[in-house]
């Protein structure tokens, strides 16, 4: 049973993608597809599979591996995005996410309403969003574009924005998707920090990243995930070297691949015939 206990609960997870492969057919298939009857082939892939672990209060997770592991898919199911096929997730606590920053963004109208839609999405009273309206557009510092449509932004502008409004009220379940780095340096600053500030009020929090630097940084712990499964579960500094490891053997076995295919062919013999 999920445990109350923990910010997040994840028990034998599975999330299963359909994929319709259409097949060539004959004649009379293709009158059948005239009919309604497509010929089509159902074929699966699971993204995740039977992914177990819980997240205490005041815990912050760090999620690592290569691209296509199922890393960013598991942010998608712990936001609610994508629904489990297989096992459950219970969140104990309000969720914030930080997944693409600015893709909620209604692009025709200003920054400043934008505010306000994504408050009432994320569930915030109009009259907190209002009050805390100031701080956010002070964080974004964005200018005058706080009154332009989105769709005048640039992607940098959207994220900041982005960012600031996702972490204004301070949530007891923050997830983020490589967002650390959004900005230039110097709100690069002030978005570290405000993850720092969000860690220090004992808030969980699960981040999935690249920079394996912000994984030994901000996370009490680490898992490592490939192919949809967990591999390995422990200290962010233990997980990364696992990782570490597995990418130097990876490469290794890519490199000896490679010399194989490259080596030069012996040249052939000749044979002198005396002329008879």
């Known amino acids: 049973m999920p445990d109350s206990a923990y910010a997040v609960d994840v028990q034998d997870l599975g999330i299963r993608y359909n994929l319709r492969l259409t097949r060539r057919t004959?004649?009379?298939g293709s009158l059948a597809e005239l009919v309604g009857r497509k010929q089509q082939v159902e074929s699966h892939f699971w993204a995740l599979r039977h992914?177990?672990?819980k997240i205490g209060h005041g815990e912050s997770l760090g999620i690592v591996g290569p691209n296509g592991a199922g890393k960013s898919t598991l942010l998608l199911a712990l936001a609610g995005i994508l629904a489990p096929n297989e096992g459950s997730i219970t969140l104990n606590g309000r969720v914030s996410t930080l997944l693409t920053l600015g893709a909620g963004f209604e692009m025709e109208v200003s920054g400043r309403d934008n505010i306000g839609?994504?408050?009432?999405?994320m569930g915030i009273r109009h009259?907190?969003?209002q009050q805390l309206t100031p701080s956010i557009i002070e964080f974004a510092d964005i200018g005058p574009f706080i009154d332009?449509?989105?769709?005048t932004y640039s992607t940098g502008m959207r994220a900041?924005?982005?960012f600031a409004i996702a972490t204004a009220v301070a949530p007891d379940i923050l997830l983020l998707d490589e967002v650390l780095g959004t900005g230039d340096e110097e709100f690069r600053g002030r978005s570290q920090q405000r993850i720092r500030d969000l860690v220090a009020r004992a808030k969980?929090?699960?981040?999935v990243s690249h920079d394996l630097t912000y994984i030994t940084e901000f996370c009490d712990r680490a898992i490592l995930m490939d192919m949809g499964q967990i591999l390995y579960e422990g200290s962010p500094a233990e997980t990364v070297e696992f990782y570490k490891e597995r990418v130097r053997q990876r490469k290794r076995m890519l490199e000896e691949e490679?010399?194989?295919f490259t080596m030069p062919l012996p040249k052939p013999v000749t044979l002198d015939r005396q002329a008879s």
């Open 148 to 151: 332009a449509p989105v769709r």
């Open 204 to 207: 969980a929090i699960v981040l």
């Open 160 to 162: 900041r924005l982005g």
């Open 26 to 28: 004959t004649l009379k």
């Open 258 to 260: 490679a010399h194989r």
């Open 127 to 129: 009259k907190t969003m």
């Open 51 to 53: 992914i177990n672990f």
């Open 117 to 121: 839609l994504i408050g009432a999405f």
